[in-house]
């Protein structure tokens, strides 16, 4: 196991318990107590934990949402890199596409400077600033900053969306349960990719397969929504039949 990977545990851990005996969490991680040790010194680095008295707690100056969104960001990026690499190939010259501001559609930017006259309508401000660094023309839609994900939110945000038709949506999820709906934990975000599904021709779905069979509160759209999910392993059957009884 990878130390960025231990540090997810670690973290995972300590924000369920708060705080733990360093001896029980070198069990837990299967590490010998130095190699806890070197770990836990780093993360203290980092303001994201402190030691005392043989116990690790979680810091109390740490930004949880911030932390996470980014560790998220670090995860399964090359699952995300092989979905963004077979979305692009849904886009064609001169099309306009809307980019919802998840780090799993980030990916596709990289991907974007080989397409001629593409216009380019997002809420990401990390998208849009990254696009006018490869002289890509994009709209950005503005709005209310969402906490840590660098993503606008808001009626100013939809205002934007309102005003431009795409040829394709592409968008991702916190999850997609086992009965077919796309899910997600934040409402104004879930509020801004259902504007934008009201504005594009195509929508895709680009779900990587750790959120398969994952629910959160607030549904996004079903599976008979969408017309395409891409994701880095075989769907299961159930995304399967959806579209196969769609189809008929």
């Known amino acids: ?95 306009v596409i809307m980019l919802e501001g998840s780090s799993t559609t980030f990916n596709m930017v990289q991907f974007l400077d080989r397409f001629e006259d593409l216009l380019v309508v997002s809420n990401s401000a990390k998208v849009s600033l990254s696009l006018g660094n490869m002289n890509i023309k994009n709209i950005s839609t503005g709005g209310k900053m969402s906490d840590n994900t660098f993503s606008f939110v808001g009626q100013e945000a939809i205002n934007t969306i309102k005003n431009y038709n795409a040829d394709i949506l592409f968008f991702s999820s916190m999850g997609l349960s086992e009965d077919g709906y796309f899910t997600d934990s934040n409402k104004e975000e879930n509020d801004i990719t259902k504007e934008m599904m009201k504005y594009a021709t195509k929508k895709v779905a680009l779900i990587d397969s750790s959120k398969i069979g994952k629910k959160y509160v607030y549904n996004l759209c079903h599976l008979t929504d969408v017309d395409e999910v891409i994701c880095e392993e075989e769907l299961p059957d159930y995304i399967k039949k959806c579209f196969w009884e769609k189809s008929k």
């Open 1 to 95: 196991m990878s130390f960025h990977d231990r540090e997810e545990k670690i973290m995972s851990i300590l924000r369920e318990k708060n705080s733990i005996r360093c001896s029980e969490l070198a069990k837990l991680l299967y590490v010998s107590v130095s190699t806890l040790r070197r770990d836990l010194e780093k993360l203290e680095a980092k303001n994201l934990i402190v030691k005392e008295h043989g116990v690790c707690k979680i810091s109390g100056n740490i930004r949880d949402g911030k932390y996470y969104y980014q560790l998220r960001e670090r995860q399964e990026n090359i699952a995300k890199n092989k979905i963004a690499k077979a979305a692009v190939e849904l886009i064609k010259d001169g099309d």
